[in-house]
């Protein structure tokens, strides 16, 4: 394939999940200074390595990992230091509250007050996780890769992916509970 | 299929892991088991709603942060590809630059005339010269004293060549070692120059094998570098005669061509 022609493939495969790619570098640097660098690096990485991509893996998958790859090298060198960027809007409240995990507790529903919590919980919840937890849960809720490919992705076994998907998603239930909790007065 | 069952399957149902048949069956029964599909449901506005918020503004243009714009990034990152050739010519810049740099190097190193073997020799006798280090130890005829020193590797006859120019004079002469060689060193001036005339048997040239090589090859003059100084030599009868100074090549050369010795 001619070089060029290679260049138009590569973009016409990219560019449908950029949106995507961009969302799960900013939730998983730890830094968010750096989720630009890991993009940039990851992307340029990956068409310098197009030539070995092959039409039958998912395009998605392979840049999911390359992208991984970037960010678990770049967080490294950082340490956990960051913040992650968590800002809930008022829109957004109103779905989580709607959602039944509890029996609803009794009282007046303090807008105000579960914005700062459920803010704050969110916050906490995804500093708690660990980078393979984090990892997996935002592959399967931004990335949407299968269970297979999360494991090719971060070289752990289908259990592992697992086990880890459901500490991460019991986390952030836990989270929501609480801010849900701290904002019925 | 039991609730217990579908309750162990309803996450895989919701992540589409579950392979066709199992996942028919966990349709069928969300259909008769009110408790289980409210379970269901509330684990699906759960995705939604951790899916949306982790990607809120996904398509929007504009990010959690605030106020960047996506589409402006990725156009950076773009730009940024360019197809391998171009990337690779840009690439090799450096690396050609190098190789430039090497070859200019290498042509400028194996162009410039070589520093002979003798010519290196005998820059210390000259710089001493030049230095008032080494001052002539007679004038006229060879001192027997001295002739003594030859130990038949050097004759009297060595220090009798001068060059015919009457712009050479000469102060004096006195023996020397050149790398164990005995020389006869001839202090002259050319042209108010200091002018080194150094004279040695044509045997003791296997010392020096380059000049030897060099002499030998059909160039009648050997000419070279001799550290600052410029440096020729001849053959003539069976000695060889060195002339080293300040004095541009050219002039030694033809200085060399009429060398003859003065006593006979």
Redesign the interface.
């Known amino acids: 394939m001619d070089r060029d022609q290679q260049r138009v493939r590569f973009l016409s495969l990219l560019r449908p999940i950029e949106a995507d790619l961009e969302n799960y570098s900013r939730r998983m640097v730890f830094d968010r200074r750096d989720f630009e660098d890991a993009l940039q690096n990851a992307v340029l990485r990956a068409f310098r390595a197009f030539d070995r991509y092959h039409d039958d893996a998912s395009f998605r998958a392979w840049m999911f990992k390359i992208l991984t790859n970037e960010i678990f090298a770049i967080n490294r060198k950082r340490g956990r230091i960051a913040e992650f960027e968590i800002a809930v809007e008022p829109e957004e409240m109103e779905e989580f509250v709607g959602i039944d995990f509890t029996p609803a507790a009794a009282g007046p529903l303090s807008w105000e007050a579960l914005a700062d919590a459920l803010d704050e919980e969110l916050l906490a919840a995804l500093q708690i996780l660990n980078e393979a937890e984090r990892a997996v849960l935002l592959m399967r809720a931004i990335g949407e890769l299968r269970y297979r490919e999360i494991s090719e992705c971060l070289g752990i076994p289908l259990g592992s992916v697992m086990g880890n998907l459901s500490r991460a998603r019991q986390k952030m239930r836990d989270a929501i509970l609480r801010a849900r909790k701290r904002s019925w007065l | 299929m039991k609730c217990a069952e579908v309750r162990k399957f309803v ?1 895989l149902y919701l ?3 579950l392979d066709t048949e199992h996942s028919f069956e966990v349709e069928r029964h969300l259909e008769s088991c009110a408790e289980c599909a ?1 379970l269901f449901e ?1 684990e699906k ?3 939604d ?11 929007t243009g504009s ?4 106020g960047r714009e ?1 589409r402006s ?2 156009e ?3 730009a ?6 171009s990337r690779r010519v840009k690439a090799l810049w450096p690396a050609a630059l190098a190789a430039s740099l090497i070859i200019a190097a290498g042509v400028i190193f194996f162009a410039r005339p070589r520093t002979l073997d003798l010519a290196n020799a005998v820059e210390e006798c000259h710089s001493a010269y030049v230095h008032q280090i080494t001052t002539p130890e007679f004038s006229g005829a060879v001192p027997a004293k001295i002739a003594q020193q030859f130990g038949g590797r050097l004759d009297t006859g060595a220090f009798a060549y001068r060059p015919s120019e009457q712009a050479f004079t000469s102060s004096g002469a006195r023996l020397c070692h050149v790398e164990g060689v005995p020389v006869a060193l001839i202090l002259g001036r050319y042209a108010e120059t200091p002018l080194s005339m150094i004279v040695l048997k044509k045997s003791e040239l296997d010392h020096f094998p380059e000049t030897k090589r060099k002499l030998e090859s059909g160039d009648p003059i050997a000419c070279s570098r001799a550290g600052r100084y410029e440096f020729a030599a001849r053959l003539v009868d069976d000695h060889v005669v060195c002339v080293v100074g300040d004095t541009p090549r050219p002039v030694l050369e033809d200085l060399l061509k009429t060398v003859r010795r003065a006593d006979g």
């Open positions: 996450r992540d589409s892991e409210g509330a506005k759960f995705d709603r951790i899916g949306r918020f982790l990607r809120r503004n996904r398509g990010v959690p942060s605030g996506t990034l990725w950076k990152i773009e940024q590809i360019v197809p391998p050739r």
